[in-house]
């Protein structure tokens, strides 16, 4: 069965708004979270790593007060997209890793549409 | 940043021929794993493969790592329609390493 469960699987918004995406491990405790952005026919980029009870880690480039991460318990991170617009449409995807070296898990992404 | 590199970008075959993708990465690294991604989805874990070992085998695959050349490379052997999808290898700097840097993925094709 699936580790981790991410929510919506895709949705469609109006720009300006904001949307939240959510990412629950269901198998294990999950301290660390990471969030992924996939524009079409490309790799992922790492966008961030959430990290329970703390602030996020975001990569070089990318805009923590647009995209706002919360990991409030061991099981769920939240990223939510604030003000979208057009150019945020992309497919997120999140991970968990049950320990530093091992393989991750993924959710199966959300594929963002901002019209 | 993405560290890895990946060739071909794509690949068609046909089924039952072997698909071979190979991935070079710019640094050392504690390990190196392949992913698999059907088209829209999530990414599957395939394989992991450390920076100690240089040859490893799960069922149909057969994964490689050269440390020396820092490249890597995966097989598919008797390929099947199911196995089309994008093919991305991802390393891992140190041991406790919970970030993993992606390549840019190979697309494989298979034609029944």
């Known amino acids: 069965g699936a580790v981790v469960s991410q929510h919506p699987s895709w949705v469609i918004c109006k720009s300006g708004t904001s949307v939240k995406i959510e990412c629950r491990s269901l198998d294990f405790q999950a301290t660390t979270m990471f969030w992924y952005r996939q524009f079409p026919k490309q790799s992922l980029m790492l966008m961030a790593t959430s990290n329970e009870g703390s602030k996020a880690t975001y990569e070089q480039g990318v805009e923590k007060d647009k995209f706002l991460i919360n990991h409030a318990s061991l099981t769920l991170s939240t990223l939510t997209v604030t003000s979208a617009h057009p150019e945020d449409s992309s497919f997120y995807i999140c991970?968990?890793?049950?320990?530093?070296?091992?393989?991750?898990?993924f959710g199966q992404g959300t594929r963002l549409t901002v019209v | 940043s993405q560290q890895g590199e990946e060739d071909p970008q794509a690949l068609s075959i046909q089924e039952g021929e072997n698909a071979t993708m190979n991935c070079s990465y710019k640094t050392s690294i504690n390990n190196l794993q392949w992913y698999r991604q059907n088209s829209g989805r999530g990414l599957v874990h395939l394989i992991l493969?450390?920076?100690?070992?240089r040859e490893k085998h799960s069922g149909r695959l057969r994964v490689t790592l050269d440390t020396s050349k820092k490249s890597s490379s995966l097989l598919i052997t008797a390929s099947r329609a199911a196995d089309t999808a994008s093919y991305f290898c991802a390393t891992a700097f140190t041991a406790n390493d919970y970030k993993l840097s992606f390549g840019a993925g190979t697309t494989v094709t298979v034609r029944a």
């Open positions: 991970s968990v890793k049950r320990f530093g070296n091992t393989e991750a898990f």
């Open positions: 493969i450390r920076s100690n070992e």
